[in-house]
């Protein structure tokens, strides 16, 4: 069988199947669940801790969930966590020191490696992910907490139902349908009766895992309808990238009057960059006990928005909130081609929706193109 061609049908018991055999194989299994309003990532056991049932509204600066009228397992799309929680978390201690006397002894935090198992990864999400493998792992530097729970990860895609009122996926031709970097990747195809998947096979460790399972032959009309499924999300998405030269367009109009404008609405809150499953900068923190004798140095997400970012001896370089968003948006979209080879945003819609104030990066791109002004500054 070729991989990428193998397709299968589960039932609501066989992903109930696959969640307890990857538990089985030593897997730490993850996906999305309903927790304070909201659908985030976290440790789940069977498929009833999957938001069956639920699905969400988004807009700018708008997040609601509701009730459907089936039990779809995964009847909505991203939330506010992404995989990056998991992958390269908030905080990360990178070594602790312990005085003796005169006696100093630096002990470097050690790499734990876990075996994560993903469940209901997006492919927006997964072509974050292969982003951030870049920025951890395609350098000279290579991030050794990051590889250490990247290395042995499982990814179970599903393939987008809808599309959310904030997503522009199919314009950054990252989704709605996983491509590549999964494991196995399900369509929900929802119809009478129980829940049916079809199954893709991605991996030799996806092939394994899915032999294991109780599943069916996919049937050409089976894969037809998963098609369709993808077909009309794509056609529904809530948003558009510009189809422009994003690199040239920003780049040759850093003195846009739309910055002051943007810069007007943004609270610099860095909401944005919290929430991006590809934003990866961070801050180092030193601690000490009372006594001075034991300290320790962490790491932690920090955002372009604050101005001790772009601290340097005698004050921060981007005192504006003008230059700030502006920072943001040109590293996203433009820059990140120079530093990393592709665009820094996938498409997810996640920065629209958790901004408080609900600026839309797709429509300052269009403001900008609107208006261009005449050659780079
Ligand atoms: S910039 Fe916004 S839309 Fe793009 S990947 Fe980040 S959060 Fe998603
Ligand atoms: S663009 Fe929105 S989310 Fe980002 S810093 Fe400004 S106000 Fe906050």
């Not at 990056?84 to 100093?104: A, E």
């Not at 950054?172 to 349908?177: A, I, L």
């Not at 001790?308 to 700030?324: A, E, K, L, N």
């Amino acid at each position: 069988m070729d991989i990428g061609r193998e397709q299968a049908i589960l039932t609501v018991a066989g992903v109930e199947a696959l969640l307890a055999a990857l538990r089985e194989r030593q897997y730490r299994v993850v996906g999305p669940t309903v927790r304070d309003q909201a659908i985030v990532y976290d440790d789940i056991e069977t498929v009833d801790d999957l938001p069956r049932g639920w699905t969400d509204e988004q807009d700018g600066g708008h997040y609601r969930l509701s009730r459907r009228d089936d039990d779809a397992l995964f009847g909505y799309v991203v939330g506010p966590h992404s995989w990056k929680r998991f992958l390269h978390p908030p905080r990360q201690r990178l070594w602790r020191s312990k005085r003796d006397g005169d006696d100093v002894q630096v002990t470097a935090e050690e790499a734990r490696p876990e075996r994560f198992a993903f469940i209901g990864v997006r492919a927006c999400e997964l072509n974050a992910i292969s982003i951030q493998d870049r920025v951890f792992l395609g350098g000279p530097f290579v991030d050794p907490h990051y590889r250490a729970r990247r290395e042995d990860a499982f990814f179970v895609a599903v393939n987008c139902g809808q599309a959310g009122g904030t997503c522009f996926c199919a314009s950054m031709n990252t989704g709605p349908k996983a491509e590549a970097g999964y494991d196995l990747a399900l369509t929900e195809l929802i119809g009478e009766g129980e829940g049916r998947f079809l199954v893709e096979v991605g991996s030799e460790a996806g092939r394994e895992v899915l032999e294991s399972l109780p599943h069916q032959t996919a049937a050409a009309a089976d894969t037809n309808a998963a098609d369709e499924i993808v077909a009309r999300t794509t056609a529904s998405m809530g948003r558009e990238m510009p189809d422009v030269d994003l690199h040239e367009l920003l780049l040759g109009n850093l003195e846009h009057p739309r910055w002051d404008d943007v810069a007007e609405r943004c609270l610099t809150c860095g909401n944005c960059t919290m929430v991006c499953p590809t934003c990866f900068c961070t801050a180092t923190e030193d601690t000490s006990d009372l006594t001075g004798a034991e300290t320790s140095r962490e790491r932690r997400w920090d955002s372009c928005f604050t101005m001790d970012f772009s601290y340097i001896h005698g004050g921060s370089v981007r005192q504006s909130g003008r230059s700030r968003y502006r920072q943001w948006m040109t590293h996203k979209l433009a820059t990140w081609f120079d530093q990393f080879g592709s665009s820094g945003c996938v498409g997810c819609g996640r920065c629209i929706t958790w901004c408080p104030v609900g600026i839309d990066i797709t429509e300052e791109v269009r403001a900008i193109r609107g208006g261009q002004s005449e050659g780079r500054t």
